[in-house]
């Protein structure tokens, strides 16, 4: 086969691929133009990436125009450690999986954002995005601007740090107890001690 002839097939397949995109996702790239910066195909659904600028209004489009009644979760990822991704790239992603009950559809939307980046809430559109957004704030960082109540939702409130960051310790920084003493949830340091649970040979004597 010739590199003109391969070339000429891999043209038609992407045609052939483009083509086969549903009409929510043709419509949302002819509305938003650049706004859309890429699609792929995933497992059970379409995903679409978004400019971070466009994720709200692209949001009331897909509800008012083509019946994405429900955000069914809203999710954070960092993808700091993720193999190939460029050291020059956002580090996180937000993940918006939204469902069409009446037309029975799903698709996901992501926009990706710095740790200082400001991601606009989807609140107006969705009010159960509230807490799902408060989710991601809590641990991953990622601030939601217009947002009416930002706060931590899952760690206390004197917690520091965000959980799910790659660079988090996986054992946490600090454990919280209640001290009688005190009469109140104090912190310290946390320790970290191995613990023989389970004898690794039985003791001398009768064993039955």
């Given at each position: 086969?010739?590199?003109?002839?391969?070339?000429?097939?891999?043209?038609?397949?992407?045609?052939?691929?483009?083509?086969?995109?549903?009409?929510?996702?043709?419509?949302?790239?002819?509305?938003?133009?650049?706004?859309?910066?890429?699609?792929?195909?995933?497992?059970?659904?379409?995903?679409?990436?978004?400019?971070?600028?466009?994720?709200?209004?692209?949001?009331?489009?897909?509800?008012?125009?083509?019946?994405?009644?429900?955000?069914?979760?809203?999710?954070?990822?960092?993808?700091?450690e993720y193999p190939g991704h460029p050291?020059?790239?956002?580090?996180?992603?937000?993940?918006?999986?939204?469902?069409?009950?009446?037309?029975?559809?799903?698709?996901?939307?992501?926009?990706?954002?710095?740790?200082?980046?400001?991601?606009?809430?989807?609140?107006?559109?969705?009010?159960?995005?509230?807490?799902?957004?408060?989710?991601?704030?809590?641990?991953?960082?990622?601030?939601?601007?217009?947002?009416?109540?930002?706060?931590?939702?899952?760690?206390?409130?004197?917690?520091?740090?965000?959980?799910?960051?790659?660079?988090?310790?996986?054992?946490?920084?600090?454990?919280?107890?209640?001290?009688?003493?005190?009469?109140?949830?104090?912190?310290?340091?946390?320790?970290?001690e191995n613990r023989e649970l389970v004898?690794?040979?039985?003791?001398?004597?009768?064993?039955?």
């Amino acid at each position: 086969m010739t590199q003109e002839t391969e070339d000429k097939l891999h043209d038609d397949i992407s045609a052939v691929h483009e083509a086969a995109w549903p009409a929510d996702v043709v419509a949302l790239q002819e509305k938003f133009g650049d706004g859309v910066l890429s699609v792929e195909r995933g497992l059970d659904c379409v995903t679409v990436v978004l400019a971070r600028e466009a994720i709200v209004e692209a949001c009331h489009y897909l509800k008012g125009h083509h019946a994405y009644e429900q955000v069914m979760d809203i999710c954070g990822v960092d993808m700091s450690e993720y193999p190939g991704h460029p050291a020059d790239a956002p580090r996180f992603e937000v993940v918006y999986h939204l469902l069409s009950v009446s037309e029975n559809r799903r698709l996901r939307l992501k926009v990706r954002a710095n740790e200082r980046d400001l991601v606009d809430s989807v609140t107006e559109v969705w009010p159960t995005a509230n807490w799902f957004e408060r989710e991601v704030f809590d641990l991953y960082g990622v601030i939601f601007n217009h947002h009416p109540d930002l706060r931590r939702i899952l760690t206390d409130y004197g917690f520091e740090g965000y959980p799910l960051r790659k660079d988090f310790p996986l054992t946490g920084r600090v454990e919280m107890f209640f001290d009688e003493m005190q009469w109140r949830c104090v912190y310290r340091p946390n320790r970290v001690e191995n613990r023989e649970l389970v004898q690794k040979s039985w003791p001398e004597g009768e064993h039955g």
